[in-house]
């Protein structure tokens, strides 16, 4: 029991990671972002594949992968999301949706089907905690996790910050009194990009083997979940709903399936959070508004 | 002159309305009936592998018709569909296996696929918009993962067997089974937006507190949506079973049912019942226009199957049909669709430019399909996009209105007054200033009207009639002719004695429970 | 005088804003009275207290002699309460024609069910629907768009088609919120004489709430007025043009009257319908 919630603890970590993409594009755009997962997926299919066939460093195939995280971010940003920008939410999700497709099914059509595997970054023997070994690399996931946390609590601060909420809250009055919505717009994205790129490129070498749309099926709704858990509009509130659906989801996959014999233990166990939190307190822990 | 009215209990309302000419009907009767007869006799002259995947496209058809309940309609986007039809399929797989018989299995499906739905529902009535995508989403997985997973219900990871009834064994019968179900669903659709509950639907998707004020009971009628759109996919996902003849947990995965469902539905056009039946069918028939043949070698890609391109192809329409061309499938055939209603083919001048481009596209498909080179398909496409622009041209030289060109000045006077005789018939219009006339008389005499109804609904043409031929300027007193009581003398009707109020009819539009 | 709505000591809060404070309205049958205030003053929201889409705190609402205080919306619609909206209350992607089908829902006589299984008797009922459909668009003149999405009509149009919704939902009560915003003076005079011919020939009761001053002089028996959610004053609108504390509600403690005095009113002869006539007038005299 106590290694279902260290490792949970450790697998929230990317839950959090994804979700504090997905509530910084809700802040900017107001938007759910369901290709987030995707950015992971590429950064980690362009990094194997800079590692694999050109032989890059591993720092170097990292930065190549994370940008191209972030180049997606953007394009995806000036093809669809811009264009889209005053129809309704449901259809800028549609529209994220049909980019997550098109991204699994290219990665699909040009690499193979089959699950492949990625080096961790750092190596080193695992630390013990309760009779789980965590990997070096488990900790590094932390404590990037850590530094993007302060970074945008950071960012948010500044006058780029405020940016960022106004345009998400009144694009045309932000225009007026002179912010480029354009230009935060492709922020946002970007980063959004980079935060997704990271959750993947960190988490690929935990799990042992990656395959097109992995993140996607297996972190995306847990991911969704932390952050309506800690509030949609609260960076904050990702981290901390990231960590509880990662606890809450290890101990529930061992109670459920484990011990009780009921398929699909952990997912069972996520929607049932998801449908609760959205009856009894719709704007999450530490939310400030509901999405309409 | 009110007086002469004496006879007319019918006050005809005349409309500008576009009326078909009788051989216009016959050709429509005509084109409805060759495309009918070709879309049921496909499985008599195909070959039994064509037959199932007709099958296949009838029965995609349905659930695309059952998302377009729930989005389209009721504005609910469902991402986890999947756990309808698969419920379905797994309730009748159930109950055949039980020995309950096919039918029983059918109606099970349904009624299970409804209540599903329905519950999904409930939950909608507290979470809206984006978050009740997010829990449609969740609840898919969920279904799949565990309720399908289900050891005595669905057999688990092994599968559930699902025979086909004697009667249907053969592909081709099975074929016939699946296309008549479409027709009936697509029956009842079409009654569902006819009739009061569609329009209550559409209403509440539009603005909840409207449509209670109409009368609509709000709850009631999406959960209504719910449970049709459920019904629906319940017998989809029944008739899938069958098909197949043995259900699987992952025939139902996220990325290879539901969300291409509701991109079918997207591009098929939310709220086009025969966009949404066509686009449907494409997609389940889409894999098998590309032959299984040896791979392409794309440089620095590597070999990629044909088999690859559908799915990747779906998404990109998807995000086409959301961004450029909004309506989807169902907007770009409007006009054939309006023609076959009884209705003008062209309406608007964009749309006659886009036909060569379908004609194209449809040229090219066709052969495609049927496996012939690419090149070939290319020149019958280009071949037909010529005639049909041909065609189309020579079409639109006779239809002024579709030609663009500038308005003379003097057209757009007469349109400006055309609008202000037609706009508020009854009462002048004040669009712009009016222009003044020569022979204006500052006051309207006062017609006298006497007090029966059926003259009421005349009376009032006539002395609106009389107004609009006055300066507004001097606006009469009473535009309205007042009420007279046997002397002759004029009224102002007023909140007075309620039993000496004279009670007068608007037209035909009685009262319908007898107050008085 | 029978009342058509009764509406008693009604209180509403939101959070921290009290947005109705013990207010009671009466409307007497085939009358027509008029709501007015400043802006913010509530008036719309008791509107929606009337219609059911708020629940008030405290108080109660009475149509025809029924508590109706914990009915739902659709069915005090059924009772017989109709209802515009300042925001046009329309479905935009529908025709005006569609529309006014839609309104009529509450007196269709098929079922559900029956209507998505084809049964015969929907056909005729829907021809029947349509019939009626297109007599109320011909009264106000809307023949001509009858077919055309209601969503790209010029604004003073949609309201109209709001106005021919609510009729057709066949009410025996009219509640109209704003009819006359976005019309010149002389369509509000027109809508006013409109309004008066629809009291009579179909036997309703209008409540409306307005700011057009000539229309409330013109059309209304009696008027109340609304501020900061309570009840300012009410009586015949003559009397309320030179309430002080309407007055001062509205333009401040230096003005006379509001509007312009009835000796210089335009249209000529047209007189208030109100004046002295009111049956509140009458029984208030027999009292005293």
Redesign the interface.
Known sequence: MFQAIVLGLFQGATYAMLAVGLVLVYKGAKVFNFAQGEFGTLAVYVTWCMLGYQHLPYWLAAVIGLSCAVALGMVMERLIVRPLMGRSRITLLVATVGVALAVIQTTLIVAEPKPQNLDVAVNGNPTVIGQVGILPQQWLLIGVLAAVGILLALFLRTDYGHAVTATSQDAFASRVVGISVPAVSRIIWGSAGLLGGLAGLLQAPITGSFYPGYLTITGLIPAFTAAVIGGMDSLAGAFVGGLAVGVVQSVGQYQLQLKAGIPGGSGLVVFAMLIIVLMVRPRGLLGKEVAA | MAVAAQAPEV?V?????FVVTSSGLVGRAVAALALALVVFTIPLLTTSVWDNIVSLAAIYGIIGLSVNVITGYAGQISLGHQAFVGIGAFMSAFVVQHKFGFVAAVVAASAIGAVMALALGLVALRIRGLYMALVTLAFGVMAQDTIFNWRSFTGGGAGSEAPRPAQFASNESFAYLCLIALALMV??DW??S???????I??VR??E??A???????TG?KL?AFA?GGFMAGLAGSLFAHHEKFVYANNFDLFTAALPWVIMAVVGGLGSRAGVVIASSFFATFSYFFPSAKPWTVPFIGSVGAQQLPPLIGAVLLLFTITVYQGGLGQQILPYRRWLAGGRFLEHREEALGIPGQVLLVGFMVPFAFHLPWQFCLFVGALGAVAAGAGIRAHVLTRPELQRRRATVAELEAEQEEVEH???????S?IGPRPRRASDEPTLPMPAVPADAAS?AVA?ADAAQAVEDSD?EH?P????PA?TDDQGETE?????D?SE?????????R??RG?? | M?RALEVRDVSLRFGGLQALRDVSIDV?????VGLIGPNGAGKTTFF?VV???YRPDRGTVSFKGQNVTRM???KR??LG???T?QNL??????TIL?NL???Q????R?S??T????APG?FFE?RELR??A??????????????EPVGGLPYG?QK?CDLA?ALA??P?ILLLDEPSSGM?P??A??LG??L??L?????LTILMIEHHVPLVVGVC?YVYVLSFGELLAKGEPSEIQRHPDVIAAYLGEEADVIGVPESQET?????P?AAG???RTEEAHVAS
């Open positions: 006050h309302i005349g409309r500008p309305r029956m009842v009654r569902l006819k009739s009061k509950a569609g329009r209550a559409v209403a539009s603005n507190r409207v209670a004020t109409l009368g609509i009971n709000t009628y209504f049709v037609e706009t508020l018939g009854h009462l002048p004040s009421g009032t507004a606006a007193t009473t535009r309205i009420v102002v009707p007023s909140a007075g309620p109020r004279p009670r007068r009819e608007l037209g035909a539009f009262r319908k107050r008085t | 029978t007497g049958e085939w009358e027509i929606n219609t059911g889409i739902p919306t659709h619609v059924r309460m109709g209802r909206w209350g329309v479905v935009p992607t529908l569609q089908l839609t309104a829902h509450a007196h269709v098929y559900a069910l209507g998505l299984l084809g929907t829907e019939r009626n297109e007599e109320i668009l011909d009264f106000l003149g809307l023949i001509p768009l009858a077919d149009t109209l919704m939902t066949d025996q010149g002389d369509e005079h027109r004489e409109t008066k011919f009291r009579d020939s179909l036997n028996d249209p000529a002869g047209d007189e319908a006539t009111s049956a």
